[in-house]
């Protein structure tokens, strides 16, 4: 257990090196490695999942490594076919799958083509992300198909404050009774339900929900023996918060990122009003996001990293499935091209525009 601090001093990087960053890792040390002694112990347990020899508890949920992953139910099918999305927005937003563990205690009960993220402990369970309003209830029932309640979530967490990934934590909230955490930045659209960014497709409103706790910067979330760490890094939204967390995976520790979406999508670069700033802070955000390393990353938008393709791999029995060395490091990269091309196709419009 000494490894553990240096293990997770990859995220001084994330906050600058300074001394933020080091109480952080310091004050991770005993909770992470409460979670390895509690794995280490379930794996003695002898019981056999597609992850090593681990318990399948018949109490309030399946252990932090358990596989309980049923196939798609003939309910589920059915729905997914005849689900239709709204206007303009991908039927895989809409569409239900199973949920599936990843690594760790971390599982994933999204949908298709947008991510929710559950971290699992004996204390309880933490949510990060509420995927659409209309798809709440995929949500809960993909928790329950994992063998848990939905009032064992006890902590909401949300990457950021887009109708895509905050438009069911109204529900959830309410469902599961947890409080909700968010950052300062993203508050006010949250309880809103309105984003103050201009945009290329107008304004797509939130459910409004109260925030109960505003996360700060390297400072840990913590539930028994769950910690993640926030990291802002805004510029898709005013408050976008990137998640880092250690898992262990047969008692081997693994750095996870749920990095915040990195993409333009729609914001205006330039003479955004509702959010002058946000070319300094993606700008900022990159520069943060190229000191850093993970060994599994978990975007919100699941295709970023194949995070579905990648889970039914895992559970015909790829060992490394979700292993992605070099992938968050590609991520930025494309993602700071990306977001360099449309600035310079937005100020080119802008000034063809002074022209006239």
């Not at 239709?84 to 760790?104: D, L, Y």
């Not at 949510?127 to 709440?136: F, I």
């Not at 995929?138 to 329950?144: A, G, L």
């Not at 909401?156 to 409080?179: E, F, I, V, W």
Request: hydrophobic letters at 40%; one cysteine or more.
């Amino acid at each position: 257990m000494q490894r553990l601090p240096a293990i997770l001093a990859l995220f001084v990087f994330a906050l600058g090196g300074g001394p933020a960053g080091a109480q952080a890792v310091g004050a991770a040390g005993s909770s992470v490695g409460a979670a390895a002694a509690s794995q280490s112990a379930a794996t003695a347990a002898g019981t056999r999942s597609i992850y090593g020899s681990v318990p399948c508890s018949t109490g309030s949920g399946p252990g932090p490594l358990c596989d309980t992953q049923p196939g798609m139910s003939e309910r589920f099918k059915a729905e997914s076919e005849a689900k239709r999305p709204a206007s303009g927005m991908p039927a895989n937003w809409t569409q239900p799958i199973a949920p599936f563990h990843i690594v760790g205690n971390i599982y994933y009960v999204g949908t298709a083509g947008l991510a929710a993220y559950l971290f699992t402990s004996p204390n309880g369970l933490v949510l990060l992300d509420g995927t659409l309003r209309e798809t709440a209830d995929q949500v809960e029932r993909n928790i329950v198909t994992l063998g848990y309640r939905v009032g064992d979530v006890k902590i909401l967490l949300n990457s950021h404050a887009h109708y895509d990934h905050a438009g069911g934590l109204r529900q959830l909230k309410q469902d599961t009774g947890a409080k909700l955490y968010a950052s300062a930045g993203d508050r006010g659209a949250l309880e809103s339900g309105a984003p103050p960014s201009d945009t290329s497709y107008g304004l797509m409103a939130i459910p409004p929900v109260k925030v109960d706790r505003a996360v700060v910067d390297g400072e840990p979330v913590r539930l028994g023996s769950i910690l993640l760490i926030p990291l802002i890094t805004p510029g898709h939204t005013p408050g976008c918060t990137s998640w880092a967390t250690t898992a262990f995976e047969n008692g081997t520790p693994l750095r996870v990122m749920i990095p915040c979406s990195l993409t333009v999508a729609g914001n205006k670069l330039i003479g955004n009003k509702g959010y002058p700033g946000i070319v300094a802070d993606f700008r900022r955000t990159f520069t943060r996001f190229r000191k850093l390393d993970a060994d599994v990353v978990l975007p919100v938008h699941p295709e970023l990293a194949d995070v579905i393709g990648r889970g039914r791999r895992a559970a015909s029995g790829s060992p490394d499935a979700f292993l992605m060395p070099g992938m968050l490091a590609k991520m930025v990269a494309d993602a700071g091209k990306a977001f360099d091309a449309e600035l310079e196709k937005q100020d080119d419009a802008a000034h063809q525009r002074s022209r006239y």
